[in-house]
């Protein structure tokens, strides 16, 4: 599959997920629909279409991270989380 197709293809699981979170709230999907936008990054495609796709990326995995349903000691250990892998991110 090129990837042109698995663009399409995710952007369209994007666009169904975002109308099931419109509906449920439910923080698992933010993180799903994160995940889909991490992959959209991953591909061979214009900086610019990887940039914003990383942007999507990272403001649903702060939907999910601060999602009500998630106790405040969690959300702080998810914070956690994400702030190590970002860091781990940036040494070569």
Known sequence: MSD????????????????????????CIAL??????CLLSALNIAKNKQESYAKHSKSWLTCHISNQKHSQKMQNHLHDIVQFHEFNSLIP
């Open 4 to 27: 042109n197709d698995q663009q399409e293809v995710l952007l369209m699981a994007i666009e169904y997920l975002k109308v099931q979170y419109e509906s449920l709230q439910n923080p």
């Open 32 to 37: 799903l629909i994160s995940r889909y936008y």
